[in-house]
């Protein structure tokens, strides 16, 4: 499937100070990108983040030669609007960009992401309450008890596997943190020691699943054959 990467920065908000916004687009336009990224990032730590905000931030870092850093900020983009197609082509275009090895997830952890926990909080709560609201209609109403059975059988398996959904984003975004490596080549070693010996390789742009932290180490992991340990400094977290 080809992707096609979208460089032009896209408006914001009304929350967003107007003057910083056009002043880090003109430094985008002017190609001083790395210039530009921090701008962008400013303007987020004052609190106006927004998927918009986070998609420009990627395109400056991707222009920057910062494939990681460009990757985090458009997760950040697509964890507020995951369907949004221009960041889910850059993100898909960054990544291409990065080598491997890297993380990749299932097709149930992708299958999770095309919704927010806001959405799959939404859908459960209203299958439920649908669901009690024809149990209730079925108990008042005999009559239609019967050909209420199989609308509440399944109403009721629909509600139990967007409840799953619910409990498995929670989970995802608790423990199923990604770390993304910043660095243009990074160590991976068997123990939390500068001086362990080294298990593989990752370059910038590298995503890894962390699964245990201990002081300035992150326990991380590529697939079940690729576990070590790296520095949380060569790499940023979700």
């Known amino acids: 499937m080809a992707f096609q990467f979208f460089l032009i920065p896209v408006p914001l908000g009304a ?36 998927p918009a905000l986070y998609f420009n931030l990627g395109n400056a870092w ?12 458009y997760r950040q983009a697509e964890q507020l609007t995951p369907r949004d197609p221009d960041i889910r082509a850059n993100l898909q275009f960054a990544r291409n960009q990065a080598q491997a090895p890297t993380f990749s997830p299932g097709r149930w952890q992708l299958a999770l992401r095309k919704l927010t926990l806001d959405e799959w909080t939404m859908l459960a709560s209203g299958a439920v309450w649908l669901w009690f609201l024809l149990l209730a209609v079925s108990q008042w109403r005999t009559g239609w008890k019967r050909s209420f059975r199989k609308l509440l059988l399944g109403l009721g398996v629909l509600a139990v596997i967007l409840c799953v959904c619910v ?3 929670i989970y995802e975004n608790r423990y199923g943190q990604i770390a993304i490596v910043i660095a243009r080549e990074a160590v ?3 123990g939390p020691l500068d001086e362990s010996q080294n298990a593989f390789a990752v370059h910038d742009g590298a995503e890894l699943r962390v699964l245990e932290r201990k002081d300035d180490w992150l326990l991380v992991t590529t697939d079940p054959r690729r576990t070590g340990w790296i520095r949380r400094d060569q790499v940023l977290r979700e």
Do not use: C, W
């Open 188 to 190: 991976v070693r068997h």
């Open 15 to 50: 929350q967003t100070p107007t003057a910083a916004f056009e002043a880090a687009n003109k430094l985008y336009y002017e190609n001083k990108f790395p210039e530009a990224a921090d701008a962008y990032q400013k303007l987020i730590q004052t609190g106006a983040a927004s």
């Open 167 to 169: 409990a498995a984003t």
């Open 62 to 73: 991707f222009k920057a030669g910062q494939i990681g850093r460009s990757m985090a900020a």
